[in-house]
């Protein structure tokens, strides 16, 4: 399957939940590529950084900040279990080209009740790729979530009335995150027993779920 981490919103959290969630598949087992659509290339650096440090390399990371990732991604998918695609910040024409080659749709957010949570330009964005995919799945995240948040989220219907819904699994703000995106590790690498490990699994096993 293919997933792309999309928010037109800069710091949601897409790089660190593309290497987050290609980390646990590829611990499963999974052939994961982690494609990164952003020209600021943090993905390509957080792996650069990897192997500097001397760590095993468990996914691929490409960099394709280019129009050009809806033909280039399905190629990459026929040979791996999982392509995700890192999404840039506020560039239309690649969104717009990452969301012709996604089955699913994840957009990070920081729960805020004073802003929305994805652009109107990217639900936009989303529902013209539905013109030409049809079956295209969207989905919000929330990331950087404070223990208040977790208590705030009640029932499954306050999930579902959101367009695009929410996940069930949510990302909590957890300092093993920074620590991981500056030293080339995962959450896991650090501490395999971590909350922010649990969190990570959770997330990639409801995403598992939706698309397979
Ligand atoms: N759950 C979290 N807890 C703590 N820090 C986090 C969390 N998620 C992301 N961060 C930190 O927030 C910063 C922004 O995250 P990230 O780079 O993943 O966002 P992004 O959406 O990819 O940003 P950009 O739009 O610039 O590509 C990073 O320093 C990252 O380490
Ligand atoms: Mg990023």
Do not use: Y
């Amino acid at each position: 399957m293919i997933v792309a981490l999309l928010n037109q919103k800069g710091g949601v959290g897409k790089t660190t939940l593309a290497l987050h969630l290609a980390g646990e598949w590829a611990r499963r087992g999974k052939r994961v590529t982690v494609i990164d659509a952003d020209p600021q290339g943090s993905a390509l650096d957080w792996s650069e950084q990897r192997a500097r440090e001397g760590l095993e390399r468990p996914f691929g990371v490409i960099g394709l900040a280019r129009d050009t990732v809806h033909r280039e991604a399905p190629e990459l998918a026929r040979t791996c279990d999982h392509v995700i695609i890192d999404g840039p910040p506020r560039i239309a024409g690649l969104m717009r080209s990452a969301l012709l080659a996604a089955d699913l749709v994840l957009i990070p957010a920081q729960p805020s009740p004073f802003d929305g949570w994805a652009s109107a330009e990217m639900l936009k964005l989303i529902a013209e790729a539905r013109i030409f995919r049809p079956q295209l799945a969207a989905r919000f995240v929330l990331n950087r979530c404070g223990a208040r948040t977790i208590l705030a989220r009640d029932t499954a219907k306050a999930l579902a009335r959101h367009d695009p819904p929410m996940l069930v699994a949510t990302i909590g703000q957890r300092i093993a995150f920074a620590d991981a995106a500056r030293t080339g590790r995962l959450v896991a690498d650090i501490d395999g027993d971590s909350s922010a490990v649990r969190e990570i699994v959770a997330l990639a096993a409801e995403v598992e779920r939706l698309v397979t």
